[in-house]
Structure formats: C-alpha cells, structure tokens
C-alpha cells in the first residue's frame, strides 16, 4: 500500500471528521504534540486560517497549517504519516498552501523551524525560504532555538511561475 500514484491523493480542507487521524500523526511527528483542541479551533477561524490534508481513499497522509496575519501568512505546521514520508506528500500540500496565499493576496510567508531539523530546513529551502532570524529556547521541550524561515514576495509572477513547475513537474512523474 505505500506504492501509489500522486494523482490518487486528494487535498482538502481539514474537517473535525479528520482531526483524529491528524492528531495520531501529530502525536508520531512531533516531541511536544499539540492538542485535538487545538486543531479543532483552527478549522473554526476559516477565515484566517487554512488547515489542508492529503488523503487517499479515507485515509489522512499528511496536513499542513497556516494562519494569515494581515499579508503574511505564518505557516504553523506540516506533517506527513511515517510510512508515507519522502513521496512528496509534504510537497504537494506547501504548494496547496503557498498556492492559497497567492490567491488571498498575502506578500510573505513565514515559518519557524528546529534549529536541529536540517531536513525541514532544506525542504524550505527548496521552495526558496531563507533563514532571517531566530528565536532563542523556542521550543519548551527542550529549549531548542527556531530558526525564523521566510519567502518574500511570493506574489511577483517569477515565485508564481516558480510553483507552478514544481507543481507541474511533481505531478508528471
């Protein structure tokens, strides 16, 4: 069942039907797991927030989350199902949201980062983040510094151009 085809996974809004299965692999992902709550009131503030999952048949893959502020957006979370990472899922769902913020007129994105996760921050990178700052013991579990990540601009037509290739070239493999 890991074998599948991109075009079998489909992209939705987060709906309190998928927070259980969300939550599972929030719980698998990170040391300090946020609450179902926590979720749950996300998806209330639609307006602001946009909270995504990657699903096929019933089953939730991976989500990502972000919240608009004004004209930036704050790219809260994205997690992918253990068997399920390294097949692009965390990829398509950043374009969903990168995409999403184009639309809704946002400037920047930002996010932060565990210093320690080299393997996030090189995924950023990819979508041509930088590191611009940091925030010392960020993280109470281990009082691990973040580093602040951001994408200026995304709405000038090269970094639109830019996703649309990634997208395009991810899904003609």
Same mark, same amino acid.
């Given at each position: 069942?890991?074998?599948?085809?991109?075009?079998?996974?489909?992209?939705?809004?987060? %709906?309190?039907?998928?927070?259980?299965?969300?939550?599972?692999? #929030?719980?698998?992902?990170?040391?300090?797991?946020?609450? %179902?709550?926590?979720?749950?009131?996300?998806?209330?503030?639609?307006?602001?927030?946009?909270?995504?999952?990657?699903? %096929?048949?019933? #089953?939730? $893959?991976?989500?990502?989350?972000?919240?608009?502020?004004?004209?930036? @957006?704050?790219?809260?979370?994205?997690?992918?199902?253990?068997?399920?990472?390294?097949?692009?899922? @965390?990829?398509? $769902?950043?374009?969903y949201l990168?995409?999403e913020a184009?639309?809704?007129? $946002?400037?920047?994105?930002?996010?932060?980062?565990?210093?320690?996760?080299?393997?996030?921050?090189?995924?950023?990178?990819?979508?041509?983040?930088? &590191?611009?700052?940091?925030?010392? @013991?960020?993280?109470?579990? &281990?009082?691990? !510094?973040?580093?602040?990540?951001?994408? !200026?601009?995304?709405?000038?037509?090269?970094?639109?151009?830019?996703?649309?290739?990634?997208e395009s !070239?991810?899904?003609?493999?």
């Amino acid at each position: 069942m890991n074998d599948f085809n991109l075009d079998e996974i489909k992209i939705h809004k987060m %709906k309190f039907g998928d927070v259980d299965q969300v939550y599972a692999i #929030e719980v698998d992902t990170f040391p300090t797991p946020w609450s %179902k709550s926590s979720f749950l009131s996300q998806i209330l503030r639609r307006r602001f927030n946009l909270y995504l999952v990657a699903k %096929k048949d019933n #089953e939730v $893959l991976g989500y990502a989350g972000m919240v608009q502020r004004s004209k930036e @957006g704050h790219i809260t979370t994205i997690a992918v199902k253990n068997r399920f990472k390294r097949k692009r899922i @965390g990829t398509i $769902l950043l374009i969903y949201l990168i995409k999403e913020a184009i639309k809704r007129g $946002l400037v920047n994105l930002y996010l932060e980062v565990r210093e320690s996760n080299k393997i996030a921050q090189e995924f950023y990178r990819k979508f041509k983040f930088s &590191t611009i700052g940091r925030k010392i @013991g960020y993280y109470s579990d &281990t009082n691990e !510094d973040a580093l602040i990540m951001a994408m !200026d601009n995304i709405s000038n037509s090269k970094y639109k151009d830019f996703i649309f290739k990634i997208e395009s !070239d991810l899904l003609n493999k």
